[in-house]
């Protein structure tokens, strides 16, 4: 992970985005990008009059002030090298334009806060860009304290073996010298006997896969049952002093059929640690 893309809306939701990525660089080298969008405002009798146009400008200056003088803070007390990107697009279209133009290996953006509507909008926003992105997302809750990750834990009903998806955890493990532990979850009401079994079998092999392969002798597992899979989890998580979670999103049509709707996306409402969501091999939809 060399280079990650921050989106920011100057809201507390966005900040802390800005702050977690920010407190990573000082133990990752990372080189830090900035994006604000600015979508313009269209009126076809205002700005034949002038005054969206006007109007639009100062915006745009306010943002592109308000840009540099974050990049000049973060310079300044952490030493840490910070590019900006203004765009006037929407959200979306902006982090796909910036995408394309220069190679990112993340995202990071603010998820939902429990203060004003406008965490809430922006956290919306994230769990959309977490659907969307072909590349990893995380999402930092609003009221997140920065703690150094000492314990990463990759949550998946898969047994995920695509080398793009663990080598990007072992790396990023290795780069916060974290460790790393596996869950796989077993919902007691719709899981039939047999998938419990099943995914207790499978747990044992799959941990041994990932020592071997990684040299992880540390790596521990977990197989957990629940009647609410977001319960569960976030229980887990609270016990073990998790750091990280990390799940894989798929595309919809799969995800429908072995999960219902997005438990990523879900997570990412809830979620009190950072959540890193790393989106499946493109055009798989089995």
């Keep these: 992970m060399k280079r990650v893309l921050v989106p920011t809306d100057f809201s507390a939701c966005a900040d802390?985005?800005?702050?977690?990525?920010?407190?990573s660089a000082r133990i990752v080298p990372l080189q830090i990008t900035l994006l604000h969008s600015f979508e313009i405002i269209a009126n076809v009798y205002t700005d034949y009059v002038g005054v969206n146009k006007e109007f639009n400008t100062t915006l745009l200056n306010e943002a592109n002030s308000k840009l540099a003088k974050l990049k000049k803070e973060i310079e300044k007390k952490y030493g840490v090298p910070v590019d900006v990107v203004i765009s006037t697009e929407s959200l979306q279209e902006a982090i796909s334009t910036t995408l394309h133009n220069t190679k990112f290996d993340a995202i990071v953006m603010g998820t939902l806060g429990?203060?004003?509507?406008?965490?809430?909008?922006?956290g919306s926003r994230t769990a959309n860009t977490i659907s969307k992105s072909?590349?990893?997302?995380?999402?930092?809750?609003?009221?997140?304290k920065w703690k150094k990750p000492q314990k990463i834990l990759l949550a998946t009903n898969?047994?995920?073996?695509?080398?793009?998806?663990l080598d990007f955890i072992f790396e990023l493990a290795g780069l916060y010298m974290a460790n790393v532990e596996v869950e796989i979850f077993t919902d007691k009401d719709d899981d039939k006997a047999g998938i419990f079994l099943h995914n207790n079998r499978q747990i044992v092999q799959y941990e041994k896969y990932l020592k071997e392969t990684y040299k992880e002798e540390t790596l521990m597992s977990a197989h957990l049952s629940g009647e609410d899979f977001g319960q569960t989890l976030q229980d887990f998580i609270e016990k073990n002093e998790i750091d990280i979670l990390v799940m894989v999103t798929?595309?919809?049509?799969?995800w429908n059929r072995i999960f219902k709707p997005s438990?990523?996306?879900?997570?990412?409402?809830h979620t009190k640690i950072p959540l890193l969501a790393i989106p499946a091999a493109h055009g798989h939809s089995e």
Excluded: C, H
Aim: hydrophobic share 40%; proline share 8%; charged share 25%.
């Design 263 to 269: 438990k990523t996306k879900r997570m990412s409402y």
């Design 250 to 254: 798929y595309p919809m049509k799969f």
């Design 16 to 23: 802390n985005a800005i702050n977690f990525a920010v407190e």
């Design 158 to 165: 898969q047994f995920e073996k695509d080398p793009v998806i």
């Design 134 to 144: 072909r590349i990893p997302v995380f999402a930092i809750p609003n009221d997140y």
């Design 114 to 122: 429990a203060s004003g509507i406008k965490e809430k909008l922006w």
